[in-house]
C-alpha cells in the first residue's frame, strides 16, 4: 500500500511519530514497496520506508526502518532509521540504532544511538 | 616503674613513626589522572582508568578513558570505553563504547564499535565502525594477528 501526497487532517494511525503531527500540513508516506529512481521533493514532511535512488528534499524527513537511498538527502530536520549510501545534509541529524550510513553527513547538530553502523566523514557547520 | 613507662613512652612513639613510614602511597589501581590547568606531553601505557582534565599531548592507551569538559587530548588514542566531554584532536580508537556528549569537541578519525553522540556535539573527521568490511582496513589486520603470534609465543615460553 502507497499513500501519496498530501493528506490535510491528521491520520489516527499515526501517533507514533516523534513529531508534533498536529502541526503537519502536508504530510507524505512512500510505504515499503515503492522504488523511485530520480527525485523526490515535499516542502514539508516525507515519511519514507521504500527503496530510493537520486535525490530526496524535504524540510522533514523520517527515513524508517528498512528504507535505502543511494544518493543525496537534504532536510531541515532527517532522522534515519535504515541504510543510506550517499550525502546527507541537515540543520539536526538524529541517527537511530537500525540506521546504517555510509558516505558524508554535513550538520549543525548530530545525535547518534549506539547500535547504528556508520563509516562516514561528517562535516560540522555553524 | 617510672622507667618503664618512658620506654613504653620511646616504644610507642618509636612504633608510631615507623607506622607513618612505612605505608609509601602505592597506586595498584592503574589509574591516571591530570588535574585540570596539568599540562603533560607523552605517551601513556598499560593505565585501567585515565581521567584528563588538563591537557594531554602525545599517546593514550588506557582500557577506560574519560576526557572531561576541560580536557583536551592531542594525539592518538585507544582504548575499550571511552567517554569524550572535552576536546580530541587526532585518533581514537574504541573496542568496546564509545559516549560523545554534548560538550564534546572531536577533529579527527574515529574508530568504534559502538557509538553514542548527545546533540550539540561537535564532531569533524572520519567516522569508521570496527567489523565492518573496509577497503582500507587489511593492515591494521595484519598488525592484530601479528600482535595474537607474539602474545601467544610469549605465553609458550
Do not use: C, W
Request: charged share 25%.
Amino acid at each position: 500500500m502507497a499513500l501519496f501526497g498530501s493528506s490535510e487532517k491528521k491520520s489516527e494511525e499515526k501517533t507514533e511519530f516523534m513529531f508534533d503531527t498536529e502541526s503537519i500540513v502536508n504530510q507524505s508516506t512512500l510505504a515499503k514497496d515503492i522504488k523511485i529512481n530520480g527525485s523526490l521533493e515535499s516542502t514539508d514532511y516525507i515519511d519514507f520506508s521504500g527503496h530510493l535512488t537520486g535525490t530526496l528534499k524535504s524540510t522533514t524527513i523520517n527515513l524508517k526502518p528498512g528504507s535505502y537511498v543511494k544518493g543525496t538527502i537534504t532536510a531541515d530536520t532527517i532522522t534515519v532509521e535504515g541504510e543510506v549510501d550517499g550525502d546527507i545534509q541537515a540543520k539536526d541529524i538524529y541517527i537511530k540504532s537500525t540506521a546504517k550510513i555510509k558516505g558524508n553527513i554535513r550538520y549543525q547538530n548530530i545525535d547518534i544511538q549506539n547500535g547504528s553502523i556508520i563509516n562516514a566523514d561528517l562535516f560540522y557547520s555553524s | 616503674m617510672d622507667e618503664n613507662n618512658t620506654d613504653m613512652d620511646e616504644n610507642s612513639t618509636d612504633s608510631v613513626g615507623d607506622e607513618i613510614q612505612s605505608t609509601p602511597i602505592d597506586n595498584d589501581a592503574k589509574a591516571v589522572n591530570i588535574g585540570s590547568g596539568v599540562r603533560v606531553d607523552g605517551r601513556i601505557e598499560g593505565a585501567e582508568t585515565s581521567d584528563i582534565s588538563g591537557t594531554l599531548t602525545g599517546t593514550l592507551k588506557s582500557s577506560n578513558i574519560n576526557i572531561n569538559s576541560k580536557g583536551a587530548f592531542s594525539g592518538d588514542m585507544s582504548g575499550q570505553e571511552i567517554t569524550i566531554s572535552g576536546s580530541v584532536d587526532g585518533e581514537i580508537n574504541s573496542e568496546d563504547y564509545l559516549i560523545v556528549n554534548n560538550s564534546a569537541n572531536i577533529k579527527g578519525v574515529i574508530e568504534y564499535a559502538s557509538l553514542q553522540v548527545s546533540y550539540g556535539a561537535r564532531i569533524q573527521g572520519t567516522l569508521r565502525h570496527r567489523g565492518s568490511v573496509q577497503s582500507y582496513s587489511p593492515v591494521s589486520t595484519d598488525e592484530v594477528k601479528e600482535d595474537e603470534i607474539n602474545e601467544n609465543q610469549e605465553v609458550d615460553q
